[in-house]
């Protein structure tokens, strides 16, 4: 099966913009979590996307949005980009059903910076 | 509030001895742990997870175990290898359905394997 992908790999943007992050799941795979990395502040939490609803969000401003379509892909969107923004985006996927495991498998990431 | 700590940012042992990295958590409904390994630009592997009903799970050269009394939980790498050199991530879940279908991760420590 082919892993998780994500799309731009490398993104540049300035202050004020917006910008969109696109997640392609493993194939079966219904639910996506995307995750902010910064240098050592391990991984936060963003929001978790199953079956096209949003089931749990993590503590980030509004600025901060995803969506699901029906395919299982997932964008997230960020608006009126700050420089804090610059991170490592990250985007996950899951089987996850209740019940079963929790693993999430990764994929390489976006590199957002800010200028 | 961090629920999930890697108080070590950094270890350092010699290829062929034992690796001990270890993570505390404060939520007492976490009932599922992961640990990841990560790499320089790229996303996080899974490696080995284990469930609070079972105190030990091993996977070839990797152990881990989970002292719910203590909320420690630790990951054995035996015998470490320099291609283990990596960032090591702790996470924590609760496996019970319902809304939490998110992971909590620790910030990391970083392993060099010396040759």
């Known amino acids: 099966k082919a892993g998780v992908t994500q799309t731009p790999r490398y993104l540049i943007k300035t202050r004020g913009q917006q910008v969109t992050l696109s997640c392609s799941p493993i194939s079966g795979h219904r639910s996506v979590s995307w995750y902010q990395q910064t240098p050592g502040q391990g991984l936060q939490f963003l929001f978790e996307y199953f079956s096209e609803t949003q089931r749990n969000k993590g503590n980030f401003p509004g600025r901060f949005s995803g969506r699901q379509f029906s395919n299982s892909r997932s964008e997230m969107n960020v608006s009126t980009l700050e420089l804090g923004d610059s991170a490592l985006y990250l985007c996950?996927?899951?089987?996850?059903?209740?019940?079963?495991?929790?693993?999430?498998?990764f994929g390489p990431g976006t590199r957002l910076t800010v200028t | 509030d961090q629920q999930v700590k890697q108080n070590s940012p950094s270890l350092s042992v010699q290829e062929g001895r034992i690796s001990i990295l270890n993570c505390d958590y404060t939520?007492?409904?976490?009932?599922?742990f992961l640990w990841y390994k990560k790499y320089p630009a790229e996303g996080p592997t899974f490696l080995i997870s284990i469930s609070s009903i079972k105190d030990k799970n091993e996977d070839g050269r990797f152990t881990v175990f989970l002292n719910k009394s203590a909320k420690h939980l630790s990951l054995h790498i035996v015998p470490s290898q320099p291609g283990d050199s990596a960032v090591y991530f702790c996470a924590a879940g609760s496996n019970s359905g319902g809304s939490n279908y998110k992971l909590t991760f620790g910030k990391g420590t970083l392993l060099t394997v010396n040759p």
């Open positions: 939520n007492s409904m976490f009932d599922y």
């Open positions: 996950a996927s899951s089987p996850n059903v209740a019940g079963v495991s929790l693993e999430q498998y």
